[in-house]
Structure formats: structure tokens, C-alpha cells
């Protein structure tokens, strides 16, 4: 009997992490990775033309992270199965996957039978989330799944370019990327400073660092 193969698209920003993620992936009977994505917007497009079973998605990408990426995969494609691979072990970082719509949390430093094992669940229709992060926080999430914060009161276009501010472009290359005026550019950047309550730059940079919308590195 032929069993199905597991397409898998892989989503992170970098090239040395997705040739070692594909190195694992490529041992793992009846896995087969079926395109690479450099960033959230890249993999949307490549989620188009190859309809994978499971996407395995980084967090910090530059231009749309992987959680706001997640959220809108779930929108346009809710049949594919989306894990978050992440270096977080916190609660903050594991709800905000899970209410984006990811269905598996899996750490970068696991071993790869933990992650054949997460893509199998995932595909039979189960979650997963790495044994790192303890029941009581799945159990927390399931109790408070729609307490607003801060952070999803924004719109995905605020949170959008709270993580350009955040990644250091002007309101005019915020413009030429999003294909917008500098004068919406400027009425969304003043309104999610309202919004935050944050008046200055140097605020929006340290709140997206902690939100996980970017990194410090």
C-alpha cells in the first residue's frame, strides 16, 4: 500500500538553517520538502503555487514575521498545517503562535524524531506543541483564547508596519514596499502609536522586540 507523502514547506530566513532543516527532513521516510521560503511573503506565494501539507515556519523574518504570516496562511489556506519552529521556550511566544492558528510549537534545538513525530500529528489532524513547554500553559491558552492584548488589538496592516518601523525603514521605503502613500503610511504609524500608547520610535522598536514581531539580533 502507498502511503502519502508529507510535503512540507520550509520558511525561514536563513539559508544555512533551511540546507540543515532539509538535511533532516530529506532522512525522514515519506517527508518531502517541497519548497524554501526566505520570508513571511515568499512563503505566502510559495503556499499558492504548491498547496504543501504542513508549513514549518521560523518566527523572526524579516518584512512579515512568521506569526503574522502564520495568521494570514490560516486565512487563505486552513487545510495546510502550520508548525512554528522556534528558539522561545516562553508562554508568550507558544499562545501567540497558537492564536495566529499554528497547530505545532516545536524548538530549534529538538531532536529530529520529535519533529517527524510533530509533522505526523499535525498531519493526522493533531497539535503538537514541544514537551519543553509544559500542559498548563496549552490549558492556560484554552481558558483565555480570546483575551485581547495589546498587540492583537492592532490590525495586521499596524502590525505590519510596526515591524518595518521596528526594522529600521523610513515612512517613504515603508510606502514603496506596501504600495501605499507616505501620507497612510504616516496616519497608520501615528494611529498604532495611539493605540500603544508609545510616542517615539525608539518605544515601537523595543515593544515589536518584545512582542517577538523582530529580534535583536
Known sequence: MTVAMIRVLLADDHALVRAGLRALLDNLPGVAVVAEAGDGREALALAR???????LMDIG?????G???????RREFPAIRIVILSMHA???YMLRALRAGA????LKGAKLAELDLALRAVVRGDSYVAPALSKHLVEDYVQHRGSPNSLEQLTPR????????????TNKEISGRLGISVKTVDAHRTELMARLDIHDVVGLVHYAIRAGLVTSD
Open 61 to 65: 523574518m524579516p518584512g512579515l514575521n
Open 158 to 169: 499596524h502590525r505590519e508596519i510596526l515591524q518595518l518601523i521596528a526594522e529600521g525603514h
Open 67 to 73: 506569526l503574522d504570516a502564520t495568521a494570514a496562511m
Open 90 to 92: 516562553n508562554e508568550q
Open 49 to 55: 503555487r504548491h498547496r504543501p501539507d504542513v508549513a
Open 103 to 106: 497547530v505545532g510549537y516545536v
